[in-house]
């Protein structure tokens, strides 16, 4: 069985600062691996995927995450915060390619401060 | 990017009667639908897979004669919670694929269903 843990519900910035959300992975395939991110009262939308080309992937609106296997890990940074980046956050998994039978992780909220 | 909506955003209902859900591809087709439960703090579940015209496939757990499924068009699956109970009040996502699951899924915004 696959699942994600994401480490903090919450996570606290201030503008202009680091993000760092955290996303460790546990599958016995080769994963694919996902973030997402909810804004209130909206869908989940994709921000960046791992299919097993280049370790380092690049998103939308700045976000990055890089897949360590080493570490079984899939962090999702951005090198400075903005306002508009407060949502919620989840990071997901799937052995079977595509988007099938995604496996979510509990979630992590950002909140950006002033 | 394509557009998924889902009806009604919330809704409250009595205990023992039946609610239903709507998903809708707004500007695509889907061919395969997915829905999701997410109970507080927890992540989301994937419930089953529908494939237009043909049965849903429910994941290990789920009742599908509780949770019935249809995906009768490219355009519209619904999720019927059936002889609804408290312990089913709990936020249903659904997302929609072109081909099978194999390009991006989107989302709907979900729907808060609960039951007194």
């Known amino acids: 069985a696959q699942s994600v843990t994401q480490l903090g519900s919450h996570v606290s910035v201030s503008e202009g600062a680091l993000v760092l959300l955290r996303c460790n992975y546990s599958?016995?395939?080769?994963?694919?691996l996902f973030w997402y991110v909810q804004y209130p009262n909206q869908g989940l939308q994709l921000l960046l995927k791992?299919?097993?080309?280049?370790?380092l992937v690049k998103g939308i609106n700045g976000f990055e995450a890089e897949f360590k296997k080493s570490e079984t890990s899939f962090h999702l940074t951005k090198p400075s915060a903005h306002m508009s980046d407060a949502a919620e956050y989840f990071c997901?998994?799937?052995?079977?390619?595509?988007?099938?039978?995604?496996?979510f992780g509990t979630g992590t909220r950002l909140l950006v401060s002033p | 990017g394509a557009v998924v909506s889902q009806h009604p955003s919330w809704v409250i209902c009595k205990s023992g009667t039946s609610v239903k859900i709507e998903c809708r591809s707004l500007?695509?087709?889907?061919?395969?639908m997915f829905w999701y439960r997410q109970f507080p703090k927890q992540s989301l579940m994937l419930m089953a897979t529908?494939?237009?015209?043909?049965?849903?496939?429910?994941e290990q757990g789920v009742e599908k004669d509780k949770f019935l499924i249809n995906h009768a068009s490219l355009t519209l699956s619904t999720l019927t919670v059936t002889s609804a109970h408290p312990e089913d009040s709990s936020f249903y996502i659904c997302?929609?694929?072109?081909?099978?699951?194999?390009?991006?899924?989107?989302f709907g915004q979900g729907t808060r269903l609960t039951v007194v």
């Open positions: 529908s494939n237009e015209g043909s049965k849903a496939t429910y």
């Open positions: 997302s929609a694929s072109r081909q099978g699951g194999n390009t991006e899924a989107f």
């Open positions: 500007d695509f087709q889907a061919t395969t």
């Open positions: 997901a998994v799937t052995s079977f390619g595509g988007f099938q039978k995604l496996v």
């Open positions: 599958s016995s395939v080769p994963p694919y």
């Open positions: 791992y299919t097993s080309a280049a370790t």
